[in-house]
């Protein structure tokens, strides 16, 4: 699955339930974590190229999983990118963002995972004036 398919078919799932303010931070950590099992995965050197992303929606939750054929020479790790750098931030913003994130790693392969839940935003105070 390609990023730009991921996210149509993520953007078209989640979208079902209604308008979701979760859905863009969804799509951004998604295009990330795909993208990082593509670059840095053994799913793009081994000729198999495949990536599975499984998404569930469990009341304002969404959980999200990009599972790879791993790596036997890297395990995902945060790093806080230089402003000058041209990568190195899609577990930073994942890390950022995700209220809880993890991966796991044995013989079958790599395993991301992300969690986002939609908070309720306290009300906003009526200006002094109106």
């Given amino acids: 699955m390609s990023v730009p398919e991921a996210r149509g078919w993520a953007r078209s799932l989640l979208s079902l339930g209604g308008p979701s303010p ?4 969804t799509l951004l950590l998604l295009s990330e974590v795909i ?19 499984q998404i ?5 939750t969404v959980q999200v999983e990009v ?3 791993g790596s036997s020479t890297t395990m995902p790790a ?3 990118p230089a402003l000058a750098d041209d990568g190195g931030r899609g577990l930073w913003l994942v890390d950022t963002l995700a209220d809880k994130w993890g991966f796991q790693h044995d013989e079958t392969g790599g395993l991301v995972w992300f969690r986002l839940t939609e908070h309720a935003c306290p ?8």
């Fill in 22 to 25: 979760i859905l863009d931070d």
């Fill in 35 to 53: 993208t990082n099992a593509i670059t840095h995965s053994d799913s793009s050197h081994s000729g198999s190229g495949q990536v599975t992303v």
């Fill in 56 to 60: 569930a929606r469990l009341g304002t």
């Fill in 67 to 69: 599972a790879d054929a």
């Fill in 78 to 80: 945060v790093r806080t």
């Fill in 123 to 130: 009300p906003v105070a009526a200006a002094p004036w109106a």
